[in-house]
């Protein structure tokens, strides 16, 4: 399990920025409501996606999960002027989250990525030989952490492409 050096340009995301605990009802109220503004807007979307960090705490796997932020996102092709807010106040009825969803542009630059297999209990043995690997290259995190949901929540053996960006130290 190596981790490779990519480079991430600008993706056009619906967005929805959160805090609490991953599967607390804020976290699940959000991802309901991205995609149901994607389903109203009867785009294709890529894997769901989510940036995490904690304030203050240099690495946020240390701070309590009710104190973790997120920006919750679902990759789409750039929607036509006013769609979004047409597909949320169809949804609306439905799902009231969907006004908290935002169209987003997300430019990370270069980043070093390592597909995790496994449970989400056990990403931290794929972010040490991350951490490693930033190291002994001789970069630093250059925003939060990325994860890209390869498989749903709920999939017995989930899969998980992890992702840093990152500078020259």
């Known amino acids: 399990m190596t981790p490779t050096i990519t480079t991430h340009g600008p ?16 976290h699940t109220g959000a991802v309901t409501g991205l995609y149901t503004v994607a389903a109203a807007l009867g785009a294709d979307h890529g894997p769901l996606e989510g940036q995490w960090w904690a304030e203050g705490v240099p690495d946020g796997r240390r701070a ?21 807010e047409r597909a949320r106040e169809a949804g609306r009825a439905s799902c009231p989250a969907v006004d908290r969803v935002r169209l987003a542009t997300v430019t990370e630059g270069r980043c070093v990525e390592l ?18 690997f930033m190291a002994e290259h001789g970069l630093v995190p250059n925003g939060p952490h990325h994860e890209v949901y390869l498989t749903p929540f709920d ?4 899969r998980t492409l992890l992702r840093q960006p990152v500078r020259s130290a």
């Open 11 to 26: 993706v056009t995301c619906l967005s929805v920025t959160g805090l609490g605990e991953p599967g607390g009802s804020e």
């Open 64 to 84: 309590p999960r009710e104190q973790w932020r997120w920006h919750l996102l679902l990759p789409v092709a750039p929607p036509a002027e006013g769609a979004v």
């Open 115 to 132: 597909l995790h297999e496994g449970p989400f209990s056990e990403e931290h043995r794929s972010l040490e030989v991350v951490a490693r």
């Open 155 to 158: 999939d017995p053996s989930p």
